[in-house]
């Protein structure tokens, strides 16, 4: 079985600061994992996704997340907040093979004050 | 290049009421999901499919009917509406396995 935990519900961070949403994954098989954005009242978009290539993984907007198998986790960062960076954030994982489902965490919200 | 729509936006049904929530891909994705997302829960499989006439259950599929029986739809149907359901519903696709979805712009669906 998959899971994914992100702690905390929201994350209100000042325009220009850094940005760090959490995501820790459990899978008994090499994940693969991704950030979706949700925008109010809208659908969720891709960010970024980590498929066993790098470690490292850069998506769209600004952002990055860094894949630590010791860790378990996949957290999501950008180095400086944007007022349109405020939205729902969703960690997903997916484990290998065939039939894999995408299961989600319960999101965190990002806010930015001014 | 339309994606994934569905139909309708919007949704009001009485308790005891059948409707079918319509999803329909133009990607030629193999893989099709429903999920619900509901304050504070993220989003929760209900049904999934990795192919015409293929389907199974996800997390939470009590009170919700599914069949897949073109490569482009995937209909959700609630057989008798309880205000448990009133959530907004989404619908997903993908290429294959280990891939990423797509989504809809969801149907916000209120049970009175």
């Known amino acids: 079985a998959q899971s994914v935990t992100q702690l905390g519900s929201h994350v209100s961070v000042s325009e220009g600061a850094l940005v760090l949403l959490r995501c820790n994954y459990s899978s008994s098989v090499p994940p693969y994992l991704f950030w979706y954005v949700q925008y109010p009242n809208q659908g969720l978009q891709l960010l970024l996704k980590y498929t066993s290539a790098a470690t490292l993984v850069k998506g769209i907007n600004g952002f990055e997340a860094e894949f630590k198998k010791s860790e378990t986790s996949f957290h999501l960062t950008k180095p400086s907040a944007h007022m349109s960076d405020a939205a729902e954030y969703f960690c997903a994982v997916s484990a290998t093979g065939a039939n894999s489902k995408l299961t989600f965490g319960k999101g965190i919200t990002l806010s930015v004050r001014p | 290049n339309a994606g994934v729509t569905q139909t309708p936006k919007f949704q009001v049904l009485k308790t005891g009421q059948s409707m079918t929530l319509q999803c329909a891909q133009d990607?030629?994705?193999?893989?099709m999901s429903w999920y619900r997302q509901d304050p504070g829960m993220g989003l929760r499989l209900i049904h999934y499919s990795v192919g015409a006439g293929i389907t199974d259950q996800g997390e939470v599929p009590n009170g919700y009917n599914v069949s897949r029986s073109t490569t482009e739809d995937f209909p959700l149907r609630l057989l008798s509406a309880a205000p448990s359901q009133t959530s907004v519903y989404f619908c997903?696709?993908?290429?294959?396995?280990?891939?990423?979805?797509?989504f809809g712009q969801g149907t916000r669906l209120t049970v009175v």
């Open positions: 997903a696709s993908r290429p294959g396995h280990n891939t990423e979805a797509f």
């Open positions: 990607m030629n994705h193999e893989y």
